[in-house]
C-alpha cells in the first residue's frame, strides 16, 4: 500500500517536445504529491507539487495532472529542452501513518537530444 | 525556496574509521529530518527519520548501531558512519521539511577504502 509505482524508467525526447512522466500509487491516505529533479551527484530539487483537491497545476512549462480515481498522477514538461535532461522522481506523503514522510518512485532517467 | 545544506559533499575514509555528515536547514527550523540512502540509478532509500530532541526512528534493515543519527536542534541533524566499510559507499541525501514540502540537501557521495 506504500508503493508509488513511476513509468517509464527512461524516456528520450527531442527538444521542444513534450516529455510525459506518469506515477500511480495504492494509499488512499497520500494527500500531496511532488515530484522531484534530481542531476548526477547532486540531491534532489523540488519541481513542483499538488494537492488532491485540484485535477491540474502548472509552473511554467511543467504541469502535474492529477486523477483521484485512478490514483494516478503525470508530470508533462513542455517545450522540453537538454538542459532539462535529469531524472525524475515523483513521490507521496500524507496519512497518519506516513505524515510527511515522502514515498518515491523508482525514477525516469529523461534525455532531450538537441 | 528552502534551504538545506549537507556537508561534506564527498568523503573518501579507510575502512573501519567513521565519517560524520551534517545536514543543516539554513533559513527554516525543521523539527523533522530525513536521512536516504541512494545507490547508482536507483531511487532513494529512507534510512531513518530524525526528530529534534528524541531518537531517530530507523527502517526495517537498517542497523542503527551503525548509522548514528543526532538531531540536537531544529536546524541540524548528523549521520555517522561507525566503522564504515566498503559496502558503505553511497550516496547519502539528507532532507528537511516545511510543512508539506521537504527539501533535500546536495548529497554526500561516500567511498570507503
Known amino acids: 500500500q506504500q508503493q508509488v509505482k513511476q513509468s517509464p524508467q527512461s524516456l528520450i525526447v527531442q527538444k521542444g517536445g513534450i516529455s510525459i512522466i506518469n506515477c500511480a500509487y495504492e494509499n488512499t491516505a497520500f494527500d500531496y504529491f511532488p515530484w522531484y529533479q534530481q542531476f548526477p551527484g547532486k540531491g534532489p530539487a523540488l519541481l513542483i507539487a499538488?494537492?488532491?483537491?485540484?485535477s491540474e497545476k502548472k509552473e511554467g512549462r511543467f504541469t502535474i495532472s492529477f486523477n483521484k480515481s485512478a490514483k494516478q498522477f503525470s508530470l508533462h514538461i513542455m517545450d522540453s529542452q537538454p538542459g532539462d535532461s535529469a531524472t525524475y522522481f515523483c513521490?507521496?506523503?500524507?496519512?497518519?501513518?506516513?505524515?510527511?514522510?515522502?514515498?518515491f518512485g523508482e525514477g525516469t532517467q529523461l534525455t532531450v537530444n538537441p | 525556496g528552502a534551504v538545506v545544506s549537507q556537508h561534506p559533499s564527498w568523503v573518501i575514509c579507510k575502512s573501519g574509521t567513521s565519517v560524520k555528515i551534517e545536514c543543516r536547514s539554513l533559513?527554516?527550523?525543521?523539527?523533522?529530518m530525513f536521512w536516504y540512502r541512494q545507490f547508482p540509478k536507483q531511487s532513494l532509500m529512507l534510512m531513518a527519520t530524525?526528530?529534534?530532541?528524541?531518537?531517530?526512528?530507523?527502517e526495517q534493515g537498517v542497523e542503527k548501531d551503525k548509522f548514528l543519527i543526532n538531531h540536537a536542534s531544529l536546524t541540524l541533524s548528523t549521520l555517522t558512519v561507525t566503522s564504515a566499510h566498503p559496502e558503505d559507499s553511497s550516496f547519502y541525501i539528507c532532507s528537511a521539511s516545511v510543512g508539506w514540502r521537504a527539501f533535500f540537501g546536495q548529497g554526500t557521495r561516500l567511498t570507503v577504502v
Open positions: 513521490a507521496a506523503s500524507g496519512g497518519e501513518t506516513s505524515g510527511s514522510r515522502l514515498t
Open positions: 499538488i494537492r488532491p483537491d485540484v
Open positions: 530524525s526528530n529534534e530532541g528524541s531518537k531517530a526512528t530507523y
Open positions: 533559513d527554516f527550523q525543521a523539527t523533522t
